[in-house]
């Protein structure tokens, strides 16, 4: 496809045909992808030509390459419509923490404690020694587990040896941390130069009150959840989080390992401390009913995700017209109120105390207002109590005669 000029902040400055850029033809598996991108991400890798500034664009192209052919949605999107079919903000890169300085460091580590998804790649130095064959391999054998801790950018390298039966029946790798550290765990395959390539990587997730990953090689199709995907899907549209959180379910490359020594690593991802960890390795054989489970609920996952996706679209619809009727809930309530405002304003329109009152007031100058209220309280008073007023009245003319009526005689 022809080249076009950058549009995102991650995108070299011309793009190029992502198979072309990874020399990959377009049926190429992912395994076949990611291969090629860890051997060409290593070729031009800064730390290994420093001297050499085109060998750092190459770098950014190889990864804005692999960022569009290793995710499903945006490699299918490319294969139909080229880049106008991408997401240009979608483009994430990979951060390498040993290259990255440390004031960078140190705002990378906030934005991730902060929740923010953040990317992060194995130290080229690591990649180049493992392809080298000069790292030192722990032997770990099945049902066995070691501890330790490994330095921030570094690797401890772990070889388990399995047999015919043992592979038949299934392997599984699990690294935990109750540290809550972060790592990635790392599986090598031989080449032939007798060094090892990468070739699966998994970074921990945070499980209850611990970090972990695993590697399940089971013979059959098993997934694996990337956190990343879910926070920049959830990130793009907040109001329909719960349909994204499935989104991140991606298949693992390799479901099968054959007899002989395999090569693992744990990788310390922290930004400033070493990483504490557990690592174990296991035979299916003790997890018969166990890996049955994985395989059925995993399958259930798969379908509910589907379903999700169907159901989506049914939300959304839903999801528009309810806002329209709540928009005209408000709207005819807002109607209604208006109208009974009004017809209560015209029933309080009924009355004569406004105009009597009135009418008096304009007629006296408003005196008749205070006559007339005087006038109530002495009506009022006199209602209140009339026989004792009377009384009163006539005790007063009683006193008076008498007083009167002893005058004469003296």
């Keep these: ?124 130095t690591i990649l180049e020694e493992a392809l080298n064959g000069t790292v030192t391999v722990r032997p770990l054998p099945l049902g066995a587990s070691f501890s330790g801790k490994v330095d921030k950018q570094s690797a401890h390298f772990f070889g388990v040896t399995i047999n015919e039966q043992q592979a038949q029946s299934g392997i599984v790798i699990r690294v935990s941390s109750s540290a809550q550290s972060k790592f990635k765990l790392l599986y090598f395959e031989q080449e032939a130069n007798g060094g090892y390539g990468l070739a699966l990587q998994e970074d921990s997730e945070k499980t ?36 994204k959180r499935l989104e991140g379910l991606q298949p693992c490359e390799v479901s099968e390992l054959k007899s002989g020594t395999h090569i693992f690593a744990v990788y310390g991802d922290n930004f400033f401390k070493p990483a504490s960890y557990t690592i174990e390795a296991m035979c299916a054989k003790s997890y018969e009913d166990t890996t049955q489970k994985l395989m059925e609920i995993e399958a259930q996952i798969l379908a509910k995700r589907n379903d999700l996706r169907q159901f989506e679209t049914e939300y959304r619809k839903a999801l528009t017209q309810f806002q329209e009727v709540t928009n005209r809930y408000s709207v005819e309530k807002q109607a209604v109120d208006e109208l009974l405002n009004q017809r209560e304003q015209i029933h309080s329109s009924f009355t004569t105390v406004r105009t009597v009152a009135a009418h008096i007031g304009a007629s006296n100058g408003g005196g008749g207002s ?41």
């Design 1 to 124: 496809m022809a080249s076009e000029k950058m549009e995102g902040p991650s995108a070299p400055a011309v793009r190029r045909d992502p198979y072309e850029v990874l020399s990959v033809s377009r049926d190429s598996s992912d395994q076949e992808i990611k291969s090629a991108y860890r051997k060409l991400a290593l070729k031009y890798h800064p730390d290994k030509n420093v001297s050499n500034p085109e060998a750092s664009e190459l770098f950014k192209e190889v990864a804005y390459s692999y960022s569009i052919l290793s995710d499903p949605d945006k490699r299918r999107h490319y294969d139909t419509a080229g880049f106008e079919a991408l997401e240009h903000g979608a483009m994430d890169m990979e951060i390498d923490l040993s290259n990255l300085g440390t004031v960078n460091t140190m705002f990378a580590a906030l934005f991730s404690k902060l929740g923010v998804p953040i990317k992060t790649t194995v130290s080229a």
């Design 208 to 243: 209850g009150k611990a970090t972990s990953a695993g590697m399940y090689f089971l013979h059959f199709q098993v997934y694996r959840m990337d956190s990343a995907v879910n926070a920049l899907a959830m990130a793009k549209d907040p109001d329909a989080a719960f349909f």
């Design 370 to 410: 205070k006559a007339h209220i005087d006038d109530s309280r002495t009506e009022s008073q006199s209602d209140d109590g009339s026989s004792d007023g009377k009384d009163k009245s006539n005790k007063k003319r009683w006193f008076n005669l008498n007083l009167n009526r002893s005058d004469k005689k003296l």
